[in-house]
T-cell receptor
Framework: AQRVTQPEKLLSVFKGAPVELKCNYS??????LFWYVQYSRQRLQLLLR??SRESIKGFTADLNKGETSFHLKKPFAQEEDSAMYYC???????????FGKGTKLSVIP | GAVVSQHPSWVICKSGTSVKIECRSL??????MFWYRQFPKQSLMLMAT?????????EQGVEKDKFLINHASLTLSTLTVTSAHPEDSSFYIC?????????????FGQGTRLTVV
């Protein structure tokens, strides 16, 4: 069965500090990994996906197949990064997403 | 980016009644729409996959007779919660995938909060 684990419910960091939101997954096959973000009172939106290898809003995430992880990182947190972050996976070519429970990031000014 | 709209954003209904939630892709055609359910402080759980013109595929444990899904056009899918009960109170979210889009991704609606009293 596929599963996404986000061990931290809440992560608080000071502005300018580095951020790492952890995500581990289990999936038999080649998954596609995503990070979604939900800002206050807004809808869920895609932040980045592993196949794009992009840096969005300063965030990056590297898929580590050996550790089955897809941690989200940003070197310097900004107040506007405060939001709920969900890690998700799907099978290759599928858009059925399995979500983690989410991590609430709070950036302290 | 592509826009997915859900209606209503929130609804309160009496126990035993049925509630219909609409999910529309406003500026693209979506062959596939997904319905998720989110309990407070919990993750989104996939309920069903809806393909235009065919029957929805339900996830294990989701009652198809209770959660009726219709995807009659490429821009509209509906979820009807039949004979609602208080335990059906939840946040329901849909997502849609376009038929022909570069870097295809699933776009999410804003969600519908259902409260059954």
């Amino acid at each position: 069965a596929q599963r996404v684990t986000q061990p931290e419910k809440l992560l608080s960091v000071f502005k300018g500090a580095p951020v790492e939101l952890k995500c581990n997954y289990s999936y038999s096959g080649s998954p596609e990994l995503f990070w979604y973000v939900q800002y206050s009172r807004q809808r869920l939106q895609l932040l980045l996906r592993h196949i794009s290898r992009e840096s969005i809003k300063g965030f990056t995430a590297d898929l580590n197949k050996g550790e089955t992880s897809f941690h989200l990182k940003k070197p310097f947190a900004q107040e506007e990064d405060s939001a709920m972050y969900y890690c998700a996976l799907s099978g290759a070519g599928s858009y059925q997403l399995t979500f983690g429970k989410g991590t609430k990031l709070s950036v302290i000014p | 980016g592509a826009v997915v709209s859900q209606h209503p954003s929130w609804v309160i209904c009496k126990s035993g009644t049925s509630v219909k939630i609409e999910c529309r892709s406003l500026d693209f055609q979506a062959t596939t729409m997904f319905w998720y359910r989110q309990f407070p402080k919990q993750s989104l759980m996939l309920m069903a996959t809806s393909n235009e013109g065919s029957k929805a595929t339900y996830e294990q444990g989701v009652e198809k007779d209770k959660f009726l899904i219709n995807h009659a056009s490429l821009t509209l899918s509906t979820l009807t919660v039949t004979s609602a009960h208080p335990e059906d109170s939840s946040f329901y979210i849909c997502s849609a995938v376009g038929t022909a889009m570069m870097n295809t991704e699933a776009f999410f609606g804003q969600g519908t909060r259902l409260t059954v009293v």
